[in-house]
């Protein structure tokens, strides 16, 4: 396995640190107390095997007279520093706690500025229904908040809260809405690269990549505004209530694709057209 020659470092290293103290011959036609060191290296933490090995190794005579703790934390850093050595990793700056409160300060992080679900985030109350459930012991009266949200930067989402007052059917309809988050790689920052087409139901929506700003219907352009894509034309066709258009909305955003996606799938390169006119392509 990987660690055969781990475990074999470290055997040839505490014999070099044991022979000087000692005196004795190294153990090389021992094949059973190898076996037993290298259990010892390979067995879980707190393992019968890990507290064997450990007496073992601090009941040896080349350990008299010395602490057992300071023997375990050697091997312990004689392991730690055979693995790394084995991993065989890059030389890295060690980093300090300065460095890390300075890019806690500079707000550094890892996600793309396109998926940073954080910022002005705004919301939408589309529809607010009164339902109704028949019970064995009556009719019971119920709200039901329909909200979309989005933070004008290829992100958005929308909820569906239901409570006994309206109020609170709109706040549990909002707080859904951050959950139910969708992302959008928008093309240049306002647009889309392709046609799409969404179906909830008997209500398809189809949104078609233009130039010349955001029109169709009402519905799916404010859930367009709220996500920052504003080169849209939105048609919605079937039965157009206001829970199939949004569904069928977002449905068609899930299936977006950025031009880095296509050209991955596709196995080719990106290049603009300046460059390739220089190239001759």
């Known amino acids: 396995s990987d660690l055969e020659p781990l475990m074999g470092d470290a055997i040839r290293s505490l014999r070099a640190q044991a022979q000087p103290n000692s005196g004795r011959a190294a153990m090389e036609n021992d094949v059973e107390a190898q076996l037993r060191m290298m259990d010892f290296f390979t067995s879980a933490p707190g393992s019968t095997e890990d507290l064997v090995g450990a007496r073992r190794a601090v009941a040896l005579e080349a350990f008299e007279g010395e602490d057992t703790d300071a023997i375990m934390e050697d091997i312990d850093r004689l392991v730690d520093k055979e693995r790394i050595d084995y991993m065989d990793l890059p030389p890295t700056d060690p980093i300090s706690l300065e460095d890390l409160q300075k890019d806690a300060n500079k707000g550094a992080s890892q996600i793309p500025p396109n998926q940073l679900a954080h910022g002005p985030w705004g919301e939408m109350l589309i529809r607010t229904d009164r339902v109704c459930k028949m019970w064995r012991g009556g009719r019971i009266e119920s709200y039901r908040a329909l909200v979309v949200g989005g933070n004008l930067r290829g992100c958005g989402g929308f909820g569906v809260g239901k409570a006994f007052e309206p109020e609170d059917a709109v706040e549990i309809a909002c707080r859904m809405a951050k959950r139910n988050i969708f992302f959008v790689d928008r093309y240049r920052g306002r647009g889309l690269t392709r046609d799409l087409v969404g179906r909830q139901n008997s209500c398809k929506v189809y949104l078609r990549a233009t130039d010349n700003g955001l029109r169709g219907n009402?519905?799916?352009?404010?859930?367009?505004?709220?996500?920052?894509?504003?080169?849209?034309?939105?048609?919605?066709?079937?039965?157009?209530?206001?829970?199939?258009?949004?569904?069928?909305?977002?449905?068609?955003?899930?299936t977006h694709e950025s031009l880095e996606e296509i050209a991955m799938k596709r196995g080719v390169r990106l290049i603009n057209l300046q460059k390739a006119k220089r190239l001759r392509i």
């Open 218 to 254: 009402p519905l799916s352009c404010e859930i367009l505004k709220l996500m920052g894509i504003t080169n849209v034309v939105a048609k919605a066709h079937g039965s157009r209530n206001h829970y199939n258009v949004v569904r069928a909305t977002f449905k068609a955003l899930l």
